[in-house]
Each structure stands twice: as structure tokens, then as C-alpha cells.
């Protein structure tokens, strides 16, 4: 593997942060200053992987990759998506410092619901870009009762700011509150969607991510991903 590759599965830095670094000679690779053509030959071990020589990044001794690890974590309203150490309720004081795990994209401070944690910066991509179009699946509660017509609507798509969304699946739970299938992931989208149309969101809780659910997990709590779980993901990822 590109040793610059290598670096950055180490989250010791971005690929191109890793290039920089060869560049300018902060990485030493066998005692040797690395340049931008070298490999490492990876070693796979019970906790992931490492690589066969001794890497240093400004003298400091570069950590082996961590195996990939797939978490569901359902988040409670005030806590802050963001991994931010200075943030007091940040989601980084919630999480094990080993792996080290980040969510596959965002929910708002005033949101919760299911997010999923990994290390697998692949698959959080192909989850989080809205080229691969993957649903996720929303109920949310408005401050009043809403007419079939607001489901028409929503559903077709909503004009707000400089966007139009594209059209989703929207189903009634009840006479204040809906589902909403989502494949777009805009900042704060089913917010602006229902106030464009002149509801304001009091509740808003994700349920699934495609064939993930959030179930019976509690609130604060986080638990693995079952082999078949993980397995039925990956087979929808791969389509």
C-alpha cells in the first residue's frame, strides 16, 4: 500500500495532509526519510492491521490501523453530532477511545434517533453520499394537525432557500406527526421542508438508516452490529 494511504487509515492525518508531511520530510519510514513513492507491507493482526516497518510522523511512532468496527448508538436530543473535545456535549465524550469511531453523517443537537459509528471511512462514504441515494427514515412531530394535502406536498418536493428537494415517501402516523423516507442528507432538511409549508418540527427522531434500525436501543445507549446486520448492509451497498 501508498505509504501516504497507509498514514491516512492510521487516522493520523488526511491522504493529502500525508503527502504534505512526506514532502516536506516529517516521515521517516526504517529509519530513513520516506518519500512519496514508497510502500509499506501490511501485517494483519487481531486488532487490525499494521505494517511491517517502523513508521515515525515528527518523531513520534505511528499507531497500526484499527479493524473495522460498525457501532448503532441511539442519540438523545442535545447531544451534538460533532466530535469537537472543547464541546461539553459533544458525542466524542460518549464514545470508547478505542476504536475510534465516527458517525456516518449527522443528526441535529435537536434531533435524535439512530446514527450509526465506524471506522470504515469506505462504507460511511457510499451511506452518506446522496449519489447512492440510501434511504433514511424519519418520524417527525409538527405543532399542529396537518391535511393530506401537506403529505402531497412534502412529497413531491419542496421549494425553500435555493433548493428543491426531490421527491420522497411520506406516510401519516397520526394527526400531528408523519414518516418521511429520505435519500437526500441537506443541513436541517425535514425542518426547512415542513416550514416552508408552515409547520414547525417539535420532534424529529431517525429510525433506520436502509436496512439498519434503531429497534428497542435505548436512548444513550450503542451496541454492534450483528454479523447478519452487517451482512445484509454490505450486500445493499454493493447493488
Known amino acids: 500500500m501508498r505509504l501516504a494511504k497507509y498514514l491516512a487509515l492510521t487516522g493520523c492525518c488526511s491522504r493529502r495532509a500525508a503527502t504534505r508531511l512526506i514532502r516536506d520530510g516529517h516521515v521517516m519510514i526504517d529509519n530513513r526519510l520516506a518519500n512519496h513513492i514508497d510502500t509499506v507491507t501490511l501485517l494483519d493482526t487481531p486488532d487490525g492491521q499494521r505494517c511491517q516497518e517502523q513508521l515515525l510522523v515528527n518523531g513520534k511512532l505511528i499507531a497500526a490501523v484499527e479493524a473495522k468496527a460498525y457501532w448503532l448508538f441511539h ?33 441535529d443537537k435537536d434531533s435524535r434517533g439512530l446514527l450509526m459509528l465506524t471506522n470504515d471511512g469506505e462504507l460511511a462514504h457510499q ?64 425542518r426547512r421542508m415542513s416550514q416552508a409549508l408552515g409547520y414547525k418540527v417539535i420532534d424529529l427522531k431517525r429510525v433506520s438508516i436502509q436496512s439498519l ?10 451496541r454492534q452490529l450483528t454479523e447478519a446486520e452487517l451482512s445484509q448492509l454490505k450486500a445493499i451497498l454493493a447493488k
Open 127 to 190: 451511506l452518506m453520499h446522496p449519489h447512492f441515494g440510501h434511504c433514511k427514515t424519519y418520524h417527525v412531530t409538527v405543532d399542529r394537525h396537518f391535511s393530506d394535502e401537506f403529505l402531497l406536498q412534502m412529497a413531491a418536493g419542496v421549494s425553500y432557500k435555493d433548493v428543491t428537494t426531490l421527491p420522497c415517501n411520506m406516510s401519516r402516523l397520526t394527526d400531528d406527526s408523519y414518516q418521511i423516507v429520505l435519500t437526500q442528507g441537506l443541513n436541517r432538511q425535514i
Open 213 to 222: 434500525s434503531l429497534a428497542d436501543l435505548a436512548e444513550g445507549k450503542m
Open 75 to 107: 442519540k438523545a436530543v442535545g447531544t451534538d453530532s460533532r466530535l469537537l473535545a472543547d464541546l461539553h456535549n459533544s458525542l466524542l465524550h460518549l464514545l470508547p477511545e478505542s476504536p475510534r469511531l465516527y458517525p456516518v453523517g449527522r443528526l
